[in-house]
Each structure stands twice: as C-alpha cells, then as structure tokens.
C-alpha cells in the first residue's frame, strides 16, 4: 500500500494555543511493500510523522494519502476509521497500553472492535501468539505477569492481529536488551517480507537501518530533508555528515580498509557479512 504525504503542516493545538509547526511542508512517497527507516534528532518531528500516518495527528495543511483513502483538514470519520484499520501502530513502550485481564483478551481486542466475530479473534490470537515467538499458555496469563520483552511481544501482536496492511513502528527495540532487540526487529521483518506490508520504523540506531530498512526519512526540525536508498545514503559521506547522521559498523569499517589500501570495493557494505565478501572478492583476505 502506498503512502504519499503532499505538502502535510501539521501542528499540535493545545487549549487555545497551537505549537510551532511539527511537520513543516512534507513531501515523499514511499513505495508498496518498502521498509523505510525514520532517523533524526530528538524532538524533530518523527513521532509526529508516524502519527499523521494513522489519523492520529490531522494536517492543517495538505493530504496524507493511504492507499485510496486520503487524510486532509477535513477528515472524514469514515476515513479515519479505514486508515485505522490498515494502518497498525506500535507505539513507543507499547506495553504501557496493555490493559485487559489476560493476554487473549488484550490481542482480541482489536479484532473484535472491527467487527470480527469472537471465535475467529481467538484463532487469530492463537496464530499471532505463534508468530512473535510466545507459546499458546501464555494466552490465560495477565499481561501484567510477563516480562519486559514477553509484553513488548504480546502489544506488537495485538497489532498483528488486526492483519494491517501498513506497520508503523516507533522505536520498537527502545529498552530492550540487545538480544531482545533483535528478535524483536527479527520478527517484525520477517513479517514484512511474509506479509508484503508497507512498514516504517523509527528508530535512532543506524545498525538496524542497515540491517532492516530498504530506505531512510531523515527529519529535521519538523521537515523531511531528505529521503534515499539505504546505499545511496551510507555512500554519502558528505550527506552523513552535514546531517551528523553516524555510519554503522561495517561502513565504517569498510571506509577504512578503503582508506589504508587504496581499493575501491565495488558497492557500499551495510552488514559484517557484506563487507566480508566484497573483501574475499577484491583479493583483500
Ligand atoms: N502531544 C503534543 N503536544 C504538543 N506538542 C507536542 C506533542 N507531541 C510532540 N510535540 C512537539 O512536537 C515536536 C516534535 O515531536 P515528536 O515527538 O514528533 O519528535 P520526535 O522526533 O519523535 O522526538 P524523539 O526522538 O524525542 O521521540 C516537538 O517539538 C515536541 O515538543
Ligand atoms: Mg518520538
């Protein structure tokens, strides 16, 4: 499913007042089936952008396109309620939106809000449980009893369970630890690639753009400065720098070698692996 944002100003209206603007004239399309990553500095508008994806946040200003449905100014109710139903969200700490008694019941939530009937919300939940690498006990248990990584799994899955045909992401490995992490981001791109959904992820770790993302949304202050390929964008240093975005591992690493040897390897290198190929086909190990 596609997602165009035409000209979007968006802005927070807080009693009579409203904030500067948060999203300031942003313009891009991402693709059907692509994994976009979201990077920028704290405060410049990443959140915001996710939530103008779901209704959550209106434009004052321009139209955010989902698919066919489109939300401007005048959003419509009906719309609002089509983009929520495609459009899963996985909010930063999505465990502190659990609520319900047990697991089931929190995962069927969704589900049943969109009119499906119980049983086969409870098939779903069973399916989804399976998918984020829980087993089924865990269905009867409070969401209050689990870990910290069990819970994190147990709100993506209730996501999940409401079969979104675009994922957005916020953060969705903050507070985990490394392990946990990546599983979790495992899991969510091994569910994009399975389910050919449009995702797009915030996160401020430049490993996981390159080992995840297809392309990259840099926001500053409110605007989409710039939107690339993962590779067009690590091969820019200059880019990189002026952006003050880092450069992963491998990248760097392969900067490096570049550096002593004086060889050019023939692409960018965004994974360990990556670079230890290029580097046995070049003749360099
Ligand atoms: N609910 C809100 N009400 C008023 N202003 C808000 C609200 N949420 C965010 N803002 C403001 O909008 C701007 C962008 O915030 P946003 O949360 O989108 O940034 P972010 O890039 O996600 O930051 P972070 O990396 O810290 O999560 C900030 O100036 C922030 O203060
Ligand atoms: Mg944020």
């Known amino acids: ?71 401007n100014r005048s959003k419509n109710k009906k719309s609002l309620k089509t983009i929520r139903k495609k459009v899963g969200m996985v909010f930063q700490f999505p465990e502190s939106q659990l609520f319900a008694e047990t697991v089931e019941q929190d995962i069927c939530f969704g589900p049943l809000n ?29 969401p209050f009893a689990l870990s910290g990584g069990q819970k994190r799994r147990v709100a993506i899955a209730g996501i999940l369970a409401m079969q979104p045909e675009v994922l957005v992401l916020d953060e969705p490995g903050a507070g985990l630890d490394p392990r946990g992490k990546k599983e979790i981001l495992s899991l969510i791109s091994k569910w994009h690639n399975n389910e050919k959904l449009t995702t797009v992820m915030v996160t401020h770790d430049m490993e996981d753009v390159a080992h995840y993302a297809d392309n990259v949304v840099v926001m500053e202050k409110g605007q989409a400065v710039l939107h690339k390929g993962v590779r067009e964008l690590f091969a820019d240093i200059h880019a990189l720098k002026s952006l003050r975005v880092d450069i992963p591992q491998a990248r760097k690493l392969q900067l490096k070698i570049e550096q002593e040897t004086g060889v050019k390897l023939p692409q960018v290198c965004l994974t360990i692996d ?10 360099l190990v």
């Open 274 to 283: 990556e670079l230890a190929n290029c580097l046995m086909k070049a003749g």
């Open 1 to 71: 499913m596609q997602i165009t944002f035409k000209d979007v100003t968006a802005d927070y209206q807080i009693g009579p007042l409203r904030t500067p603007r948060v999203l300031d004239s942003v313009d891009f399309n991402l693709e059907p089936g692509t994994f976009t990553a979201v990077i920028g500095h704290t405060g410049s508008g990443k959140s915001s952008l996710l939530k103008a994806m779901n209704g959550l946040l209106i434009p004052v200003k321009g139209e955010v396109h989902i698919g066919g449905t489109v939300i």
């Open 114 to 142: 969109f009119g499906v009937p119980l049983e086969e919300a409870k098939r779903i939940a069973r399916q989804v449980i399976q998918q984020v690498g829980l087993g089924p006990d865990i269905l009867t248990k409070s």
